[in-house]
């Protein structure tokens, strides 16, 4: 192999008709074709992203590994197949993508953010990884989370706090609050998160990038750390893209779903926009969904309409998460001995706890709110009477949204809303928990800044198997509205 750089000399005097600032923007869609047509090396494209990288990481902390030099030589070779024999069939051939800390990569680090799991290397990749891996995809990096991607904001006893990079005061998100951040700044061409309650969507929205989680079990959670083994729970998780466009998210999707989505016409579809309700939300957001509602009127069945449940799914939702009272989780961070409460205090008063306030605090939640066995079966039977009319109610329907009542808050804000004794979290948690609870595919489409120039997004809902319509509704509302910027900030 020759000295990185300097094989295929005509193919690389191609990269100079692109500048370093285009390959930062460009999403993978894009960059993949010219990638295929050797108008830019894949080599040029993740020498561009891994420079970036470490200008900005400092300010934001959204990588906490990397592999940059295994992602040097795998794009070396990857340009080398393209030289001889072209992409094939692999989508994403020589693409720098990102991976979200808690997706294991064979021969990197899955620690949840635990000191404890400092050392913990992963010996295979998961599911997901594998399958973007088998495209082609080169990765660069793992992004921050939350401890045990247990928060919406993204904060750790290992690795630290993640800023947003449109206003480092504030939150970029959670859990997957380090792949939002990174995407923002464009540090790779795509990348992987994982929603459990907004942990895709509450990073998209803050954050200014497109997002999708997947619906209940459309995407094999293998290799995922920690794994959700609690059926309840499991119906919630969603594992999937964030980007730069919604093309992005449905190449990606398509990708590692166990089964692609099928192809729908949309034009027979109702759209049913949220109206001002007692719940939370800015001015700003509420002539967003305004503005979506004029934008969407005359070309579908638009209404103003309050979807079935919205009322039940935020208390469900923390029962759901609630329902061994934290004890899996609890066993992870203390062994057989819990100690939440010594820890959390610990924090409180010294700042010394190996484990974060965020975490020991939700799992003394999660303790308080543990749904008896009799609620649980209450639950059940409610969520499968449910199921059926959703079912019927979504079949040509799109929901739209809020993700939350504003854009981004100070560090800590979200944190004390959604995890408060006061049980704050009734009143802030319904737009993300309605398709946790249901365990339904929403997309997340930036829409335009706010008053205090932040990203705010909606999101687009509907039932498994009708992941295309949104698709579809979501590239025009991005051709119409903001979609993805690119923060250029750390330029």
């Not at 907004?198 to 929205?205: E, K, L």
């Not at 939350?404 to 944190?415: D, F, I, N, P, R």
Request: with cysteine; charged share 25%.
């Amino acid at each position: 192999m020759q000295e990185r750089g300097s094989f295929m000399g005509d193919v690389m005097k191609t990269d100079d008709a692109v500048n370093d600032n285009e390959i930062l923007s460009m999403d993978a869609s894009t960059l993949a074709k010219k990638i295929a047509s050797q108008e830019i090396s894949s080599l040029r494209a993740t020498k561009v992203f891994i420079a970036h990288l470490k200008k900005v990481n400092d300010k934001i902390n959204c990588l906490v590994e990397d592999r940059f030099e295994q992602a040097l030589a795998e794009a070396e070779k990857a340009d080398e197949e393209i030289q001889q024999n072209g992409v094939g069939n692999k989508k994403l051939l020589g693409v720098p993508i990102s991976m979200k800390e808690s997706f294991d990569v064979a021969g990197m680090k899955t620690t949840g953010g635990l000191i404890s799991r400092k050392d913990a290397v992963s010996d295979k990749d998961a599911d997901v990884v594998k399958a973007l891996k088998a495209e082609g995809a080169i990765i660069l990096g793992k992004t921050n989370t939350p401890t045990l991607c247990f928060c919406q904001e993204t904060d750790n006893k290992l690795y630290g706090r993640t800023n947003n990079p449109w206003d480092l005061s504030k939150t970029a998100g959670g859990s997957s609050g380090g792949e939002g951040a990174l995407i923002a700044v464009g540090g790779a061409a795509a990348g992987l998160g994982s929603d459990i309650g907004g942990s895709i969507r509450f990073p998209s929205h803050f954050n200014g990038v497109i997002g999708f989680k997947s619906g209940n079990r459309q995407v094999s959670q293998e290799g995922s750390f920690p794994y959700t083994d609690i059926p309840l729970q499991e119906r919630m998780l969603g594992i999937g893209p964030m980007a730069k466009s919604v093309e992005d998210v449905k190449l990606i999707y398509n990708i590692i779903a166990k089964k692609p989505a099928p192809r729908k016409d949309i034009s027979n579809f109702k759209i049913k926009i949220l109206p001002r309700t007692n719940y939370p939300i800015s001015d700003d957001t509420a002539k967003m969904l305004d503005t979506i509602y004029e934008q969407l009127k005359d070309d579908f069945d638009a209404k103003k309409a309050v979807p079935p449940f919205l009322d039940k799914v935020a208390l469900i939702w923390q029962e759901i998460m609630s329902i061994d009272g934290g004890e899996n989780i609890a066993e992870l961070v203390f062994g057989s001995k819990r100690n939440d409460v010594k820890e959390y205090m610990k924090e409180l008063l010294s700042g010394k706890s190996d484990v974060h306030r965020y975490l020991s605090w939700a799992l003394i939640g999660a303790n308080l709110f543990k749904p008896s066995k009799k609620r649980v079966e209450e639950i059940e039977a409610f969520l499968a009477k449910g199921d059926v009319q959703l079912d019927e109610y979504l079949e040509n329907r799109i929901l739209i949204l809020p993700v939350y009542h504003t854009s981004a808050l100070e560090h800590g804000k979200v944190y004390s809303e959604i995890f408060s004794v006061r049980k704050t979290y009734l009143k802030y948690m319904p737009y993300v928990a309605y398709a946790n609870v249901w365990g339904l595919p929403a997309l997340t489409i930036p829409i335009q800044t706010d008053r205090h120039n932040m990203p705010i997004a909606v999101q687009l809902i509907s039932k498994n198997g009708n992941e295309d319509a949104l698709f579809q509704l979501g590239e025009i509302l991005e051709s119409q509205n903001r979609g993805y910027i690119r923060c250029m900030k750390y330029d």
